[in-house]
């Protein structure tokens, strides 16, 4: 889930995507969306991503009060505003095909809330790697989601999971405050582990909850993915979020 927002693009997950599309892949929204179980699981889909992206800019304004020079608080807005853009355009897209935004997202409040109430920062540092590592997650799972959708609804995601410039800011940041004190990183390392297992277990809640998330993901709506595919899509999470803890300067 974007159980949080975008962050940096991962290395694996456009390189996954089948380089000829084929099944629900290959179709546009108009032929797809004829399947209703279909269309059901792309309203949920797209309201699961506008929420996460309205949550993602609310948090970012909150995390610049933490900023400690006014050149860290002005980068912070700027990427607030970025994610606000998203969700303007996930919420237009709901609009488009007929449905009611506030009525899509709703099903999914509680869980975004839920994950920023748990791990909500102590600090600025805190923050960054919530940002770049949390975030990232959920971008990785999007990215792999989209190479199974119709090719409208794909580029939508596509484009609103493009990197907000938070990755190489975090990076630069975190890196910098380890440098200073070594210590600052075991802290962050085990700050980053929280952050993956909450990321993944709201994300598992979320789709058991919801039967058409989850029979896209394993099988019968969006072709490709069976109960295996699924888990080599998680190993490939896991994989991707390694290095960037390893980007970070951080023990996995």
Known sequence: MRFMTSSDKPENASDTAPAAP????????A???????????VVDLLGALAYGELAAFERLAEDAKLAPTLEDKAELAKMASAEFHHFERLRDRLAEIGEEPTSAMEPFVAA????????????????????YV????ASD?????????????????LAVLDDTGHG???????????DADPRVGGRLALWARRLMGEALSQSQRVVADRDALSTMLVGGVADGFDLAEVGKMFSRITEAHTKRMAALGLAA
């Open 22 to 29: 084929t099944g629900v892949a290959a179709r546009d929204w």
């Open 31 to 41: 032929t797809a969306s004829a399947d209703p179980q279909y269309r059901a699981a």
């Open 112 to 131: 975004y809330d839920g994950f920023h109430k748990q791990t909500a920062p102590s600090d600025w540092l805190e923050g960054l790697v919530k940002a």
């Open 134 to 137: 949390g975030d990232s997650i």
């Open 141 to 157: 799972f999007y990215r792999e989601v989209a190479a199974r959708l119709d090719s409208d609804t794909r580029s939508l995601v």
């Open 168 to 178: 190489g800011f975090a990076v630069e940041k975190v890196r910098a405050a380890i």
